[in-house]
């Protein structure tokens, strides 16, 4: 929530889908700021989780949470999907995320303390996204797999996912862009 009565300080990243421009990151830092709360926003890229975290140290001094949102959905069903929409879709989705926890890990393990929560999806079930649902599958098992490290380490570090259905940006208008880019390869639009 962010009018919550005592927001914590936060850093907010630039969304990709206005990526360049960081008209959303600087419109929710706003939000902050409005309600009392303190927020900088960044305009990094997940590639670069390195760059995220140091600008996070040098805000605040300290990283207490790694909330691992980033995300772009491509628009082809499994028959058009191609090579190159797969590996952009994982290195945003999959990679991005471990970019970002390679960066934050080491600063959790020096705190002794530490959150990340990881955003999958509903579509680990199945849909017409193929890419998008195996990167949110892979997160489950990162998350896994970094809260048994922890767990190991005997440190107050919590790494959960969360699987939101929610009505965003980047969903909207999904099957319209499926068609769009069916009619232009001279296909006929999947029927609703």
């Known amino acids: 929530d962010l ?6 300080p936060c850093w907010v990243p630039c969304d990709g889908a206005t990526a360049g421009t ?10 902050i700021r409005a309600s009392g709360g303190e927020a900088v926003a960044n305009y990094d890229s997940v590639e670069h989780g390195d760059r995220i975290v140091a600008a996070a140290l040098a805000a605040y ?9 980033a995300a772009v959905l491509t628009p082809e069903p499994w028959a058009d999907l191609t090579l190159e929409a797969w590996q952009r879709t994982l ?3 999959l990679t991005g995320i471990f970019t970002v926890m390679k960066a934050a890990w080491p600063v959790f393990i020096k705190q002794r303390y530490g959150r990340a929560l ?16 195996a990167s949110k599958t892979a997160l489950i098992g990162l998350a896994a797999s970094l809260q048994f490290e922890a767990h190991r380490l005997q440190l107050d570090i919590r790494v959960n996912t969360v699987i939101p259905q929610a009505d965003t940006r980047m969903v909207r208008g999904l099957e319209d862009a499926v068609n769009a880019q069916r009619v232009k ?8």
């Open 3 to 8: 009018t919550a009565p005592r927001p914590c």
């Open 22 to 31: 960081g008209a959303v990151a600087d419109e929710v830092v706003a939000r």
């Open 61 to 69: 001094g300290r990283l207490d949470i790694d909330i691992n949102n």
């Open 91 to 93: 290195d945003i989705n």
């Open 118 to 133: 990881m955003m999958a999806s509903p579509t680990i079930h199945g849909g017409r996204v193929a890419a998008y649902s």
């Open 185 to 192: 390869q001279g296909r006929k639009p999947i029927a609703r």
